[in-house]
């Protein structure tokens, strides 16, 4: 088996071995890997022009971090007014903070005995809060420009165009260099005040449609297929009933509707609109289904309450809310 290239916009996403020298990403195990520095070489006369590609496509735009654009393009004021807010805390806190340091640790106040008590990164998060949503409006305003690997499993996989306009759905994360909006999450972002030459990926999405035909699946398409594609296809319609505005829940016999209802359940506590209590998110519940399934008898609260206990249970325990206990599970 001979040797492969492991992309270096994986690095976020790699667990390491040492000892083993061993990497870990997803299911995939690589062993015996060695690392090495590029090697320059001259371009030989009849050779392939793909390594030059990037920088010729790119030509000589600036391309940043997440976290150095935004200490470097955003407002100074902004940046300042972070490193003023570290200046007000010891080494320690800092080191408690999630968010990256914009201080030199040189510059990190050691502690004394007046410096002890309670932590307080209220006006830490406060100026991290409007720096973000600086730079949001800058790349919005198409003032900023980003670009990213889609996360998965292809080596080869290009650079996409980020849309301007999910500024503000993007979640961002300065200490992976990525960003994430909704399942797609892209790795190795770099930003710049030029407009990224690759395409767009509603761009890429429609013109692999234009390529690819697809037979309609018909009642005797759909006898042929696999159990596994058959799973695939109800997993994809359950998360588009759960997850996208509008897509109603269709179902032409009696079914049970409990595996629907716990995705829904898994969903709310992942964006965080689960309700405190057990009875209240079996309400909530119930008033979801029977929006979405029009027509179809089903389950009361109470239903679902009992089925959905234990992992309502579990739930809590995984996506606890800060400063509140209750005794009800």
Known sequence: MEPESIPSSWATELDFDVRGAAIFVRDETYVAVTAMKPIRAKRVAGASEDAGKLRDLRGDAEHLSLLKAMTSWCDAKLVARIQDEERKLIAYELHQYSMP???????????????????????????????????????????????????????????????????????????????????????????????????????????????????PITSEVASHLTDDEVFTLLNEYARRVVEEEGSSLKLPVKVSFLPILRRKMRHRFETGENAITLGAEADALERWIKGKAD???????????????????????????????DGQS
């Not at 990164?121 to 305003?141: K, P």
């Open 295 to 325: 027509g179809h008898q089903t389950p009361t609260a109470r239903h679902i309450e009992n089925e959905l206990r234990d992992e309502h249970r579990q739930l809590k325990a995984q996506h606890p809310r800060p400063g509140f206990k």
């Open 101 to 215: 340091k914009l201080l030199d640790e040189s510059e990190w106040r050691q502690p004394s005995r007046n410096s002890l008590g309670a932590t307080d990164y209220v006006f830490l998060t406060a100026a991290w809060n409007n720096l973000t949503r600086d730079f949001r409006r800058r790349v919005e305003s198409s003032e900023l420009y980003l670009e990213g690997v889609l996360s998965g499993d292809d080596p080869a996989a290009q650079p996409e165009t980020i849309p301007n306009f999910w500024a503000a759905q993007l979640k961002l994360d300065l200490h992976a260099n990525a960003v994430a909006r909704g399942q797609r999450t892209y790795l190795a972002v770099t930003v710049s005040k030029t407009p990224s030459p690759w395409a767009p990926v509603e761009q890429k999405q429609s013109d692999a449609g234009a390529t690819v035909s697809r037979q």
